[in-house]
Each structure stands twice: as C-alpha cells, then as structure tokens.
C-alpha cells in the first residue's frame, strides 16, 4: 500500500511538471501596461483572437510605468503606455540591450470632471491649476456654490497624471489634499457621487453621470482634439522591442486597421487621422 | 529489515525538519529583500528628513520623501478601528464566555468567524458604494472617503480576531477564582468586573495586539475607501492615506530603481518592522497568559 502511494505522488509530481512544458509550444502573447489604453486592448484582442483562433493574448493593467518595465524584462510582448517613455527608462533600456519601439494606436484627451449639479460650465487653464495646486478651496470663488472644492487625482507615478501635471499644473505641486486614486474609472465614481468634487479622466470615460468642462472655451471632444485645438490631449502607445514580429506584429497592424480604429472609437478614444 | 525502517524514518524526519525551516527561510529572505531595496533610499536623503518629513511628493522635481503623514495616516486609522473594536469585541466576548446559553454561544460564535470569511477587497467596495455615501449624506461631509469609513470598515474586520482570542482567555480563567468571588458575595457583575477580566487581562492584550496587528497591515480596504491624501491627521473626518495604501498605488508604475522605487521599499520597511513588533509582543503575552492559566 505504502509503495502504491509513493508511485502515486511521483507520477503527479512529474505530471504537473510535464504539461506547462507541452504547453509552452504555443507562445502566449502579453499585452500589459496602462489602465487608459487597457479597454482599447481588451476589446480589439477580443476580436482579434475571434478571427484569429490560434493566437492567444494575454491582456493586464497595471500603470505605464509598469508595462515599460516588464517591456524591458521580457515579460510582456507589448507595452501599453499613456505617455512617452522617460529618460531612466530609456537608459534602463540601453543598459538591458532592449531597443524600445513606440507605435501610436489612438488619440486621447483628458477631461475635467465635476459632478453634473455643479453650475460651472466652463473654466481656464489657469483656473484648474489654482484650483489643483490649493489657490482656490471654495466652487464660490468662480461663480459657483458655497460648496468646498473636492479635489480628485491620480496616484503621482500614473500616465494620465502625468500628462495632467506637464500641460495644466505646469511643474506645480499638487496640493497635498488632493485624494489620490487608483484608476480613471474610481475618479469618475468619485465624481459622479460627490457634489463638490472636480477630477480629470481620459476621454472613454465619460458618460452621463460626470460633467464635461469646457477648458479655455474648448469643449473636449474627438473634433477638437483631432483638430488639435483641445488643449489637454496625447497620443497612446504600445511599445515593443525592437520592430514587432509574427502576432504581436499582426496585432499592432489589426488595431491601425479600419475595424481596430472602430473599435477604438467605440471605446471612447479618438481613431488615429 | 529493522535498518531500512530506520532509515526511512531519519529521512522522513528529515524532509519534515527541512519544511519546518522554510518559513524562516522566507522570512529572513524578505526581510533581507526589504532593506536591500530599501537602504540605497539613504543615499540620497538622511534618516531625518524622511521619518520626520511632512510631505510625500516623489514623482516632483526634487522629490521629497516625507513619511510622517503616511504613517500618522496608518496610527490615525488604526487606532479609530481599535476605538471601535475592542469594546465591541471584548464585550461580545465577555457575553459569550460569561453569560450565553450553550446554543447561543455556538451561533454566536459562527457568526463572528464569518465575518473573517468576508475578503477585504469586498468590504472596500462596500465602503465606496455603501457606507462612503451614507455617511456623507449623514454627517454632511464634503466626502464620505475618510479615515472614519475606513476605521469603521477596519473595526469590522479586527473584531472576530479580538473576541475570540479574548473568549480564550476569559474561557481560560480558573473556576477557583470565580468560585471564591461568589463565596465573598459578589454578584455576576462585580465577578466579572473585578475577577475574571483582571485575570485575563494578558489573553485580551494578546487579543488587541493582534487585532492592531491586522488592522496595520490591511491594504485593499483603506486603498479604496480612506481617501487618499498625504496630509498630517487631525480629524476623524478627513481623508488620510497609509503606508500600505500608498505602496500599493504606486508601485505600478515607478521605474524600478529609481529614488521612488527605494522609498516605497523603505515605507515597507517601516511597516513591516511595526508588524513585527506587534506580532512579538502578541506572541510575549500569549505565553504570559497561557502559563498564568495553566
């Protein structure tokens, strides 16, 4: 009995070793990075792997910052990034022999949010940024409410707040009440349940439950941040290493195509002109 | 055939010895990993100036370090959970320790290990969509995201630890001393005010410690519901973020090695050392209460 039992646990152990090895024949590709270009991702992987039935894609979030690295292990095929890549992170590149290749798959604006009874209609660059870096505490103070200004933000190291940071805080710093939060979709809750609160989301999230501003006269939409004219708008990547090849490159073609730039689109984003 | 046997036995003893080792392995290697990450922060800026800096700007140029609204934001939540939850937990334990009827005091029990089976990412949510709005329209705040939601969530969660390891402890007290308090004509109350409770008194720090010992540690629930902003606490209704909070927003997307990345290390190290001595000075009062029972 004893000797039936030992023979039992090596040949599971040898099995469970086994068949990850046989698997491994069909190479999995890895999309991971950024949380704003994620439902792009997600959603074109969906039909491409419908009409590909023998491609396999692994689609995960996690930050910019944290495609770019695993870019540069060897842990992900494709790096989704809402922003370019930093210097450090070019010079860990060229350390770690990795030659990162940017291809912009989509435009995107970032809009400012405020809760839809807010009476605020419009404000200017200036204004956000008095309001973000702590000038202004009180919506009365524009016009508004004697309501106390609620702001929400990104986590300091997050793509969007980034590009936020460069194009309205200009090198300021946020004040310290700010309530940081950990994606585009938790500010837009935020938002949409607090009256006093203002946030920034990338453009695919807004919906009938936040209200858009209009900054400096420009109301954030596909036409005007096509037209450049928008102010708050970038473009979204997807890096790999060194030019794409087989899936990967088959993947990077799909969404540049007519239905991947629909399904951006669709997805709230605007298609590349 | 007697040789065989013992030698099976040395080699089953042996692989059983090793296993037994691997927990210390793990820990001394993530502790090892934790300040090799962490220390290469004191580099750049001296112990000071990040224990007692007020303002966490890493990603500003220059960044600043500052870790004392971070940790005061851990201290702040952690001990508006324990305000919360040791009177209700040591209470229910006095209750069914002392006064249930067997039935009741087995229900009662099952029902407070359920509250254990609740992951905390699903009291998180619960904050954002329930309590977060309920208190907001109730106390009029300008957002229900505080360090109040958070401690009341965390206060659910530390209160199955606390009553029942203090049930243990009150269960544990010899009935000689019961006995002899009724004998000198205590009432119910005044055996357990002034007898039972005293005695156990070791067993129900072993409680709290361990209960503050969860609370620190729990990341997903005050990420999603404490708010938020690095400032220095000074109300229950202002939204504060922890250290746990602050590791697990930013470590995906720091660059890895740079300044940022070694400060979230340090954090963890801080944290970590805290927990540490949460749990040795829990496990110091277990074997106190554990000898004065026996």
């Known amino acids: 009995m004893k000797r039936i039992t030992l023979i039992l646990i090596l040949a599971g152990i040898i099995l469970t070793l086994i068949i990850p090895i046989s698997q491994a024949g069909e190479k999995q590709i890895v999309v991971q990075g950024s949380t704003t270009v994620l439902?792009?991702?997600?959603?074109?992987?969906?039909?491409?792997?419908?009409?590909?039935?023998?491609?396999?894609?692994?689609?995960?979030g996690g930050g910019s910052g944290n495609g770019i690295t695993a870019l540069i292990d060897g842990t992900c095929d494709i790096a989704d990034s809402s922003r370019p890549m930093k210097d450090k992170e070019i010079l860990l590149c060229q350390e770690k022999g990795v030659s990162p290749v940017p291809h912009i798959i989509a435009m995107d604006g970032i809009a400012v949010i405020v809760h839809p009874s807010n009476p605020i209609q419009g404000l200017t660059i200036e204004q956000i940024k008095d309001i973000y870096i702590g000038k202004i505490t009180n919506w009365k103070e524009l016009g508004g409410e004697d309501q106390k200004i609620v702001l929400v933000s990104r986590d300091s190291s997050s793509g969007t707040y980034e590009i936020f940071e460069t194009m309205i805080l200009q090198?300021?710093?946020?004040?310290?009440?700010?309530?940081?939060?950990t994606s585009n979709q938790a500010i837009a809750t935020i938002i949409s349940t607090t009256k006093g609160a203002i946030g920034y989301v990338g453009l695919g999230y807004l919906n009938s439950t936040v209200k858009a501003i209009v900054v400096n006269e420009i109301i954030p939409s596909q036409e005007t941040v096509l037209s450049g004219t928008y102010p708050i708008s970038r473009p979204l990547f997807m890096y790999t290493n060194g030019a794409p090849q087989g899936i990967a490159k088959d993947f990077i073609q799909f969404i540049w195509s007519e239905e991947g730039q629909k399904i951006v689109e669709e997805q709230g984003f605007i298609p590349l002109p | 055939m007697k040789c065989k046997q013992h030698l099976t036995e040395k080699i089953i003893k042996n692989i059983f010895f090793l296993s037994s080792l691997t927990s210390i392995f793990f820990l001394l290697g993530i502790s090892f990993i934790l300040f090799k990450e962490g220390l290469p922060l004191f580099r750049e800026i001296d112990l000071k100036?990040?224990?007692w800096g007020k303002s966490w700007y890493p990603t500003y140029n220059p960044p600043e370090f500052g870790l004392l609204p971070l940790i005061l934001g851990t201290l702040w939540v952690t001990l508006g959970a324990l305000i919360i939850a040791v009177p209700l937990g040591v209470s229910a334990a006095i209750y069914i320790s002392e006064l249930a009827t067997p039935k009741i005091k087995d229900y009662l029990k099952l029902a407070i290990e359920m509250l254990t089976s609740i992951p905390s990412v699903i009291y998180g949510f619960l904050g954002i969509v329930v309590l977060g709005p309920w208190l907001q329209n109730l106390l009029n705040l300008s957002i229900g995201l505080c360090s109040l939601t958070a401690s009341l969530l965390l206060a659910l969660m530390a209160i199955p630890t606390i009553a029942s390891i203090s049930e243990e402890a009150l269960f544990s007290v010899p009935k000689d001393y019961k006995e002899a308090s009724y004998a000198l004509g205590a009432t119910k109350w005044e055996t357990i005010a002034?007898?039972?409770?005293?005695?156990?008194?070791?067993?129900?720090?072993?409680?709290?410690?361990?209960?503050?010992?969860?609370?620190?540690?729990?990341?997903?629930?005050?990420?999603?519901?404490?708010?938020?902003?690095?400032?220095?606490?000074?109300?229950?209704?202002?939204?504060?973020?922890?250290?746990?909070?602050?590791i697990a927003l930013e470590m995906g997307e720091t660059v890895?090695?740079?300044?940022?990345?070694?400060?979230?290390?340090?954090?963890?190290?801080?944290?970590?050392?805290?927990?540490?001595?949460?749990?040795?000075?829990?496990?110091?009062?277990?074997?106190?209460?554990?000898?004065?029972?026996?």
């Open chain 1, 39 to 60: 439902p792009i991702a997600q959603a074109a992987a969906e039909v491409f792997m419908q009409n590909n039935p023998q491609a396999d894609l692994s689609i995960r």
């Open chain 1, 171 to 181: 090198g300021k710093k946020v004040s310290p009440d700010s309530l940081s939060q």
């Open chain 2, 49 to 51: 100036s990040f224990l």
């Open chain 2, 194 to 246: 002034q007898v039972t409770v005293p005695a156990a008194f070791s067993g129900i720090s072993t409680a709290v410690l361990l209960g503050m010992g969860r609370v620190i540690g729990e990341t997903m629930t005050v990420l999603m519901v404490a708010g938020g902003a690095a400032i220095i606490p000074h109300s229950f209704l202002q939204p504060v973020r922890t250290i746990t909070a602050t």
């Open chain 2, 256 to 294: 890895v090695g740079s300044n940022h990345y070694y400060a979230l290390f340090a954090i963890a190290c801080v944290l970590f050392i805290i927990s540490l001595t949460l749990n040795l000075s829990a496990d110091y009062f277990l074997n106190k209460f554990r000898r004065i029972s026996r």
